[in-house]
C-alpha cells in the first residue's frame, strides 16, 4: 500500500517541485494538495493520509500543528522550511510534529527523513562530550578514538567523531580515513544543511561510527566561523545520539563554544612529571563560571601510573575535586594501533586500557 500523503505548500512553484518528488517516489502517493494547514484541516480526514508534509515558513501553519495532530492521529507529520532552525525545529517537535525538513528537497532525502521519524526525538537524547586539555598532548585524541569505537560497539547507536582540533586534527590518521569532505566544507556550507544532507560529509568507519574529519592545512581552520561551527553541533544531535568532540587544547573561541554546546566536558590531563595538576587546577577555575558546572565537568587523567584507586584518589585530593576517570600508562599498544589505523581497543580488549575506555563509556551509556 502507498504512502498516502498530503502536501501544505502555498507557493505554486515549489507545490508542483514538491508533488513531482512525491509522486516518483516509490511507495508514495499525493493524496491531496493545499495551500495553508487552514484548508487541509476539515477536508483532509477523506484521504486518511499517512504522511502529512507541511510548510512552516508561514507561521499560521506552524501553529495549527497540534489541530493537525488531532484531526488526524496516525498521520506523521513533517515541517518543510527553506532553512534549517534548530531552535524552531524543537519547538515544531515539542508541538507534535515528527520530523523537519529542508525543501525542496530530493526523495532519497524524504525517504530518509521517514524513515528517521522513529528516532525524530534523538536531539533530545543524543550526549555532546567535549574532551577539554589545557596543553598538548594530553592522549584526548588516542581516547576520543578508542571511545567513540566502544561506544558505537557496545550500543548499536549512531555515533560520531567530529575532530575540531581546526589545525592539527588527526582523527583522520586514528581511522585511516581518506575524507571526501571536511569540518571545513560541513561549516562552510551549514546553512544549507539539514540533517540529512549534513550526513553525507561525515565519513564511515564501519557500522554505526561516523567521523567528522578535520582539515588537512591549518590555514583552513581560520575559515571556521563559530556561528557555523554551533549550527553544525546542533544539526548534528539529529543524527547521533553520541558526539565526541575533539578540540585544540587550551582556551578558544572553537573550544570555548564546543564545550558550552556540550552536555559533559571532560577536562583531560596526561600525567608527566608533576605541573598537570596546576594546569588541570587552572583550567577548573575558570571552568567554575558555569552554573552548575560540577554536573556539566568530569576530570581525567590519562597515562596514570600506577593504575591503581589509591592513584586516582591521590589525584583527587591534589586537584580538590574529584577525579572520576584514570587511563593507565600503555604507550606502546596505543601508538602501534593508532600507526596501522585500528583501535587499541579493537587489538587488545582486555588491557587495562581498553578496560579503562569500556568502564567511561559504561559510564556515559549510564548516563553519569
Ligand atoms: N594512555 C596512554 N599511555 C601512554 N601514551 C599515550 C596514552 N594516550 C596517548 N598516548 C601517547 O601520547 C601522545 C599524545 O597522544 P594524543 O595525540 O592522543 O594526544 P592529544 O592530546 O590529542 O595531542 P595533541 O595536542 O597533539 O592533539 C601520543 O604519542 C600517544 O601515543
Ligand atoms: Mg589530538
Known amino acids: 500500500m502507498a504512502y498516502r500523503t498530503v502536501l501544505i505548500e502555498e507557493n505554486k512553484m515549489m507545490m508542483e517541485r514538491l508533488t513531482s518528488v512525491v509522486r516518483n517516489l516509490a511507495g508514495f502517493e499525493v493524496s491531496a494538495r493545499y495551500a495553508t494547514a487552514g484548508d487541509a484541516l476539515g477536508q483532509m480526514q477523506a484521504f486518511n493520509p499517512d504522511l502529512i508534509l507541511v510548510d512552516v515558513d508561514n507561521e499560521h501553519n506552524a501553529l495549527l500543528i497540534p489541530d493537525l495532530k488531532r484531526n488526524i492521529p496516525g498521520a506523521v507529520i513533517i515541517c518543510l522550511a527553506r532553512r534549517w532552525d534548530s531552535e524552531a525545529q524543537a519547538k515544531l517537535l515539542y508541538m507534535g510534529a515528527k520530523g523537519y525538513m529542508v525543501k525542496p528537497f530530493t526523495g532519497e532525502e524524504l525517504l530518509e527523513t521517514v524513515k528517521n521519524v522513529s528516532r525524530s526525538s534523538l536531539s533530545a537524547y543524543s550526549k555532546v562530550i567535549s574532551f577539554f586539555s589545557p596543553k598538548g598532548k594530553s592522549g584526548k585524541s588516542t581516547l576520543i578514538a578508542n571511545l567513540g569505537t566502544v561506544l558505537a560497539a557496545k550500543t548499536n547507536e549512531p555515533v560520531a567523531v567530529i575532530d575540531a582540533d581546526t ?61 557555523g561551527f554551533t549550527s553544525l553541533v546542533k544539526m548534528s544531535r539529529n543524527l547521533y545520539k553520541y558526539i565526541l568532540i575533539d578540540i585544540p587544547s587550551g582556551f578558544s573561541d572553537i573550544s570555548a ?48 601510573n600506577p593504575f591503581t584507586e589509591e592513584q586516582k584518589n591521590k589525584l583527587s585530593e591534589q586537584m580538590g575535586y574529584p577525579v572520576k576517570y584514570i587511563i593507565p600508562n600503555e604507550y606502546l599498544l596505543v601508538s602501534e594501533a593508532a600507526d596501522n589505523g585500528r583501535m587499541a581497543v579493537t587489538r587488545d580488549p582486555d588491557s587495562q586500557f581498553s578496560k579503562a575506555v569500556e568502564n567511561l563509556a559504561d559510564s556515559i551509556i549510564a548516563g553519569e
Open 257 to 304: 563554544t564546543a564545550c558550552e554546546l556540550s552536555d559533559k566536558t571532560i577536562i583531560t590531563t596526561m600525567v608527566n612529571g608533576g605541573y598537570e595538576v596546576q594546569h588541570m587546577k587552572r583550567a577548573l577555575e575558570i571552568f567554575k563560571a558555569w552554573d552548575h558546572y560540577q554536573e556539566r565537568l568530569d576530570l581525567l587523567f590519562t597515562r596514570v
Open 167 to 227: 589545525q592539527f586534527g588527526d582523527m583522520t590518521v586514528f581511522f585511516n580515513l581518506t575524507p571526501q569532505s571536511t569540518i571545513v566544507e560541513a561549516v562552510r556550507d551549514i546553512s544549507f544543511l539539514s540533517p540529512v544532507t549534513l550526513r553525507t560529509y561525515f565519513t564511515d568507519t564501519g557500522r554505526n561510527l561516523q567521523v567528522l574529519c578535520g582539515t588537512s592545512k591549518p590555514d583552513m581552520a581560520e575559515t571556521i566561523t563559530i556561528e
